[in-house]
Structures are given as structure tokens and as C-alpha cells.
Nanobody, 130 residues
Framework: QVQLVEAGGGLAQAGGSLNLSCVAS????????IAWFRQAPGKERVFVTS????????YYIPAVKGRFSISRNITKNTVYLQMNSLQLDDTAVYYC???????????????????????WGQGTQVTVSS
């Protein structure tokens, strides 16, 4: 069973940066697609970005493209989310999620919906202030 632990949340000023990490442990962690979701107060959890198991495919929602960057260190089973030019609307609890990429090639596309992910981290709070 894969377990996920997020870290790196906190408080940042608008225009600032934060770097989140998601460490995946477990026998099949290296074969998991990883995504980041976020949930703002009073709103639903939404997809933000994803990276496939090989690191060969990434996807970003338009709201964060060009500002956020997802990457993974395969040897450390860690996925990073570098968030730059933070905006007030980025304030949310950020969750990483994992989906086992059964049969997926190195250019496979991870799911972009929460229903595609069976494993979730505990979440980390990101607060952007003006």
C-alpha cells in the first residue's frame, strides 16, 4: 500500500513562492502517477497539476500554468510542486494523490479527476496574503 506525506505549506505573500513536496512510500510508489489537488474554504477539491510515473508527462490547469512547476525525483519517490508568483486565489489546502499506472507507458497521461486517484495525502495548508 502506498502512503503519501505532504510538506512545505505555509504562509507567503502575494507574488512570493512556496515549494511543496509529496513523499510516496510503498512497494509500488515508483509506478504511481501523482497529482496535486487543492481545496479552498467552502469550495470543492479541484485538480491542479499532475505528473506521470516516469516524469515524462505533466499537465497544469490554465490558472497555474507558467507559475507552478511539478517535478519528481524517482530515486527519492518524491514529487515537488514549485509555486511561484503566488496569488490570493491560490490559498487552499493542497493534497497530493496517487494512482497506480498499470500498463502505462512513459508518456502516459495521468487522470485529471479526483475519481482517478485512490490514495491521498493528509493535505498541507497554503495561505497567500496581500
Amino acid at each position: 500500500q502506498v502512503q503519501l506525506v505532504e510538506a512545505g505549506g505555509g504562509l507567503a505573500q502575494a507574488g512570493g513562492s512556496l515549494n511543496l513536496s509529496c513523499v510516496a512510500s510503498g512497494r509500488t510508489a515508483s509506478r504511481c502517477d501523482i497529482a496535486w489537488f487543492r481545496q479552498a474554504p467552502g469550495k470543492e477539491r479541484v485538480f491542479v497539476t499532475s505528473i506521470n510515473w516516469s516524469g515524462g508527462t505533466t499537465y497544469y490547469i490554465p490558472a497555474v500554468k507558467g507559475r507552478f512547476s511539478i517535478s519528481r525525483n524517482i530515486t527519492k519517490n518524491t514529487v515537488y510542486l514549485q509555486m511561484n508568483s503566488l496569488q490570493l486565489d491560490d490559498t487552499a489546502v493542497y493534497y497530493c494523490a496517487a494512482a497506480l499506472a498499470l500498463g502505462g507507458g512513459i508518456w502516459s497521461s495521468p487522470p485529471r479527476d479526483a475519481s482517478g486517484y485512490a490514495l491521498w495525502g493528509q493535505g498541507t495548508q497554503v495561505t497567500v496574503s496581500s
